[in-house]
């Protein structure tokens, strides 16, 4: 599977953004999908996890209540909702893909898990 992620850009402290990521060539509704971000001279960490289904979600603590992770199986697209952005936000967003998998409720925080991935879109946001 191919994933392509969009909608990064530059946007002012407090502000929201929603990067997208579409999957081509398999059916994401068979993969468990993470958002990972890696800012520079940093690792890259993970952001938050969602089953195949979306029942399950999982989110680090430094986004926690401030960013939503969904699923649209239909449209073979995960999306990564971000508000009340901070600067320390600033990063390069990675979308991945963990899978096939059979189960429905499984995710993996663990970027060694993953699969997929894809090329990353960055997020900038000023001060």
């Known amino acids: 599977v191919q994933l392509q992620a969009s909608g990064g850009g530059l946007v002012q402290a407090g502000g929201s953004l929603r990067v997208s990521c579409a999957a081509s060539?398999?059916?994401?509704?068979?993969?468990?999908m993470g958002w990972f971000r890696q800012a520079p001279g940093k690792e890259r960490e993970i952001v938050a996890a969602?089953?195949?289904?979306?029942?399950?979600?999982y989110y680090a603590d430094y986004v926690k209540g401030r960013f939503t992770i969904s699923r649209d199986n239909a449209k073979n697209t995960v999306y990564l909702q971000m508000t009340s952005l901070k600067p320390e936000d600033t990063a390069v967003y990675y979308c991945?893909?963990?899978?096939?998998?059979?189960?429905?409720?499984?995710?993996?925080?663990?970027?060694?898990?993953?699969?997929?991935w894809g090329q990353g879109t960055l997020v900038t946001v000023s001060s």
């Open positions: 991945a893909a963990d899978g096939p998998r059979y189960s429905t409720t499984y995710y993996s925080i663990k970027e060694y898990e993953y699969d997929y």
């Open positions: 060539g398999g059916t994401l509704s068979s993969y468990a």
């Open positions: 969602i089953a195949r289904v979306n029942i399950r979600t």
